[in-house]
């Protein structure tokens, strides 16, 4: 038997279900915010990941899906949205003068990573991105939607955890006095950090090595860096979650994994996750669209995993049973299947889900199956039925049953 391949799933019926739920309720929020929908392909030129995450990012170090086409192109199967969404901005030129766009995209993307829960290679993001923007209240907007989001699928248990990492000029001063201090204890690190030390030392803020960790205990911190201009900016996004009842932790430690981040980030984490449990982030990035070629343009977005949030979800029986179709019409003598096909389609004009049986399985059997697939309604056609044109109806959760005349069916409330 020939299997999927490992870190991909696939999304069964019955499981796709909540998948639509989520996904109209993700819908109805963006539109509340303005947002427009941005589809760009799966797969886009190495360098728009490569120079837009970090060359010394885990994801592009590590985890990317790279091949090499039959033109000799590498291409990259998407690991993320932001580049990509932003060499598409600056491609069709969707932010010019004035203007802000905001934009939402919805999903797959690959990652090489080691398959476990709630992390998989092939995964799916929800995301929102505001461009042309350098104002807190675009960064308040952002939190305030995901946040939004959460609280209209009934989820409470999770927490928002906030930090600034300054802009360029504060970290390129941190960088120079970090790598000073870890220059002491090169031979210490990781390999991984070693190498992180001399492409881009900030990167070793992220090792999951307990070693670096400890080293990094004493090394110099990003928050002692801060000019006042990122400092008001970060005072300016606090109040306004305030303003608005969003609980948040701050964490000083937090720096995400991606190099296009300045000034703040953020991400939610949820205890019903194990390991994984950070399972949505984002914060600004203002320089982005330099390093990808465009005229700067100021930025912020987060991007949430979807498989993760359904964890969450399932953990706390946030989803809503698939309500299976409104009638199921059982018929007695396959040979009258016109008069079946006439009455499914009078209450499929009505817009009814209505599903019939396509095996000329006996009427006992006919109706195990109405049972089964949960139908709110059985509608039997037997020959008194058929010979003197009505239908009987029973509902399947009560057991009552009434008939009624053929001219009756386009008009009866169900
Ligand atoms: P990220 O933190 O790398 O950020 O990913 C966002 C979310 O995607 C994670 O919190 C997680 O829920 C989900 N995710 C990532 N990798 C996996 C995986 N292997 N399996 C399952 N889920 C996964 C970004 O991607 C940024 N582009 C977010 C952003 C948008 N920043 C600004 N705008």
Sequence with gaps: MIQNVRGTKDILPEESFAWRYLEDKIQSIVRMYGYGELRTPIFEKTEVFSRGIGEVSDIVNKEMYTFTDRSDNSLTLRPEMTAALVRSAIQNKLVYGNHVERLWYYGPFFRYERPQK????????????????????????VIVLSDHLLKELGINDYTLVINTIGDADCRNRFAFDLKNYLQSHLNELSEDSQYRFEKNPLRILDSKSPQDQKILGNAPKISDYLNENSKSKYTEIKNILDS?????????????????????????KSDALGAQDSFGGGGRYDHLFEQLGGTPIPAVG?????????LIMDANNLIPKDPGPDFFVILSDPEE???????????????????????RKSFKAQFKDS???????????GPEEIAENFI???RMADGEQFVLKLNEISTFDF
Excluded: W
């Design 118 to 141: 709630g992390r998989q290679r092939m995964f799916h993001q929800f995301g929102i991105e505001c461009l042309g923007s350098s104002n807190p209240e675009s960064d308040g907007e």
């Design 244 to 268: 608005v009842g969003i609980y948040y932790k701050e964490d000083h430690t937090l720096v995400r994994g991606l190099d296009y981040y300045s000034d703040i980030v953020f991400e939610f």
């Design 302 to 310: 987060f991007a949430i995993g979807v498989e993760r949030l359904l």
């Design 337 to 359: 299947s016109e008069y079946r096909s006439k009455i499914a389609s009078i209450l499929r004009g009505r817009g009814y889900c209505v599903v019939t049986d396509l095996q």
């Design 371 to 381: 049972n089964r697939i949960n139908a709110t309604y059985s509608v039997i056609l």
């Design 392 to 394: 009987s109806v029973k």
